[in-house]
């Protein structure tokens, strides 16, 4: 039997990491870790492991566990970042940055992140530019294998920073979804659960490119993850 396969997990306190810690209950080819600044339940049966570490030591981290891929689910909100504009940058730009250059650093191949619809470094939006940015940026750090998650709005049980405005959103989703045609499909509603498998999926897979994924794309990568197998 092969030896499971290393994915260090970083971003694990937010929705689409916690789905992602689920996805290791009952899985012998994977073994999860997760890199945190703050402890966070581990799902029940999960075979995992959970570093707790200052961002400027995760680079110890990888070294210690020498992962294939990293899964970086990595972000914060406006809100949550005080809506002051270097704080908000310094999670979802920076952070995400200086994490991939670790992992890089101690040879990791493979990198997944989760990214937005719309993503563009020359958009007027500062959301969907920073994101831009770090797309361009992470492809600068060229590993093996970068795989770019850009799902629509975003579906799931969040912890208490859930804005009326989203949650409006979400209501209506069911009937904006069906709306949203043509180019329009890729900012369809998705639910975080189908973004997780989708990136464990990603994650596990040996090609190496640089791959972007829309709504659709994750809706099929997240449908193999049963079928993916490291002789893959």
């Known amino acids: 039997m092969s030896d499971p396969l290393r994915i260090a997990l970083v971003g694990s306190t937010g929705l689409i990491g916690g789905e992602i810690m689920k996805l290791a209950v009952g899985r012998e080819d994977v073994r999860l870790v997760a890199i945190a600044r703050r402890e966070a339940p581990l799902p029940a049966g999960a075979r995992m492991e959970m570093f707790v570490a200052d961002p400027t030591k995760w680079g110890e981290v990888f070294e210690a566990i020498r992962p294939t891929a990293v899964i970086c689910a990595l972000g914060t909100t406006w809100k949550k970042s005080g809506r002051d504009e270097a704080a908000f940058r310094a999670v979802d730009h920076d952070l995400v940055i200086a994490t991939a250059r670790a992992a890089k650093a101690q040879g990791v191949e493979r990198f997944v992140t989760v990214s937005s619809a719309g993503a563009d ?66 900012y369809r509603s998705i639910k975080a659960e189908l973004v997780a498998k989708a990136a464990m999926a990603l994650a596990m897979r040996k090609a190496a490119g640089r791959f972007v994924h829309d709504n659709d794309a994750i809706l099929r990568a997240a449908a193999s993850l049963s079928l993916v197998h490291l002789d893959e």
């Open 121 to 186: 470094a020359l958009s007027k939006n500062r959301y969907l530019r920073t994101k831009g940015e770090v797309e361009r940026e992470l492809a600068a750090i060229r590993f093996k294998r970068l795989d770019v998650l850009r799902p629509g709005l975003l579906k799931g049980r969040r912890t208490g920073d859930l804005r009326a405005a989203e949650r409006i959103a979400i209501m209506l989703s069911p009937l904006a979804d069906m709306a949203m045609q043509g180019k329009y499909r890729a």
